[in-house]
C-alpha cells in the first residue's frame, strides 16, 4: 500500500526515459541495439517514444534531448551549469498538482518549473531528485481516461 503525504497522492508514473546528449547514439542504442518500439514525435524528431500499446510497463518512455528538458524547464536550450545534468527523467501522475506542489515548496525543494501548462496540454511541476533525476509532477489528462 502507497503511503503519501497528505495533499500529494500519486497515482501512477506517467512516464520515464533517458535524457539524451546526442541523440544519434542514444537511437542507435535503445532502438537499433535493444529493439524498443521508439519513433519520433511528429515535428520534433529528436525526441523519440512509445507508444503506450507498443512498450508494456510504462504509460510513455521517451529518450529525451537535454535541449528539450532544458527549454521545458529553464527557456533555454543550456542545461544551466549551477544544476547537474540529468541522466533520466520520470514523471508521477497526481491527484491534486497544486497541493503536491505547495508541499515540495514548503519542504524546501527547489522548483524548476511549478503548475506550468506545457504546450501539449499536460500541467507539470519539476524538479530534480536528491539523486539528480529530473522529476516532474503531473496531470497528464489523456493517461488518465
Not at 37 to 52: A, F, I, R, V
Not at 89 to 112: C, F, H, M, N, P
Not at 124 to 134: A, D, F, H, I, N
Request: a negative charge; proline letters at 8%; charged letters at 15%.
Amino acid at each position: 500500500m502507497l503511503q503519501n503525504l497528505p495533499g500529494i497522492e500519486v497515482l501512477f508514473v506517467a512516464g520515464f526515459g533517458p535524457i539524451s546528449q546526442n541523440t544519434e547514439s542514444s537511437s542507435e542504442f535503445y532502438v537499433q541495439v535493444l529493439g524498443l518500439p521508439l519513433k519520433p514525435m511528429e515535428g520534433n524528431g529528436d525526441y523519440l517514444l512509445s507508444e503506450e500499446s507498443m512498450l508494456k510497463g510504462v504509460k510513455h518512455f521517451a529518450v529525451w534531448p537535454l535541449s528539450q528538458a532544458a527549454n521545458s524547464c529553464f527557456g533555454a536550450d543550456q542545461w544551466p551549469t549551477e544544476y547537474p545534468i540529468p541522466q533520466g527523467w520520470i514523471e508521477y501522475e497526481v491527484q491534486d498538482l497544486a497541493s503536491a506542489t505547495r508541499i515540495l515548496s514548503e519542504k524546501g525543494y527547489r522548483l524548476l518549473v511549478a503548475n506550468r501548462m506545457e504546450p501539449w496540454g499536460q500541467t507539470v511541476t519539476r524538479l530534480l531528485s536528491p539523486e539528480g533525476l529530473l522529476t516532474g509532477l503531473t496531470i497528464t489528462p489523456w493517461l488518465r481516461g
